[in-house]
């Protein structure tokens, strides 16, 4: 399977800024997706990061709160924008393989004071 | 939304049984994913059965799938204190990009 990679792999921010989280695989992905895990809970779909066109989101995630970009096939970013207490959770990419195996990066563990 | 719940969210279990975790959907799939965490790190990819399958076995690990009752079960054999972790079904329904995942069960191997 591929190595996916993630920078940062945890952080403390502070209410109102931003982080960029990057997502890195060591080969060429068409599917790459983003997913939240907050405290104590399961994990859900923000968006499928798509090459070369806008971000697909689901409900109740939008474009200005998580600016995703996807430059080329093996790396992605996802933004966490105006953060506040609320976005305290793990941030986690991950790539489809040619099976539909669906495989997860490390996760950034992201604390908002 | 959550497509998928896992039954029982907790167990707790001697070391060297076996166990048995459930979990429920609701909607047509293509395929359905399990995964471990470990104390909130990334997800381990246990295995995949496909929606035309019955039956998986991956070393200690049996999955069966029963689609006309939308619900799956992953059986750890001969649990080891290592199996230790939260559990969590995913599934991939048709049309749909990206996985819903269930609530999870906690597995707790008493040594």
């Known amino acids: 399977s591929a190595v996916i990679s993630q920078k940062p792999s945890r952080d403390i921010c502070q209410r109102g800024t931003s982080l960029t989280i990057q997502c890195q695989v060591d080969?060429?992905?068409?599917?790459m997706f983003w997913y939240r895990q907050q405290p104590g809970q399961s994990l859900t779909l923000i968006a499928t990061a798509n090459q070369g066109s806008e971000a697909t989101y689901e409900s109740g995630f939008v474009i200005d709160k998580f600016p995703i970009s996807r430059p080329n096939l093996t790396f992605s970013t996802l933004t966490v924008s105006n953060m506040s207490p609320e976005d305290s959770s793990i941030y986690l990419c991950s790539v489809e393989e040619d099976h539909n195996e669906q495989f997860f990066g490390p996760g950034t563990r992201l604390t908002v004071l | 939304s959550q497509q998928g719940e896992e039954d029982p969210q907790a167990l707790s279990i001697q070391e060297g049984e076996n166990a048995t975790m459930n979990c429920s959907y609701k909607?047509?799939?293509?395929?359905l994913q399990w995964y471990r965490q470990n104390s909130g790190r990334g997800l381990v990819h246990l295995i995949l059965?496909?929606?035309?399958?019955r039956e998986k076995h991956s070393g200690r690990l049996r999955v069966t799938l029963d689609t006309s009752k939308k619900s799956s079960s992953l059986l750890i054999t001969a649990s080891r204190a290592a199996d230790t972790a939260s559990y969590f079904c995913a599934t991939d329904v048709f049309r749909v990009r990206g996985l819903t995942f269930g609530k999870g069960t906690h597995l707790i191997i008493q040594p």
């Open positions: 059965i496909r929606s035309n399958e």
């Open positions: 080969s060429q992905v068409t599917m």
């Open positions: 909607t047509s799939i293509n395929n």
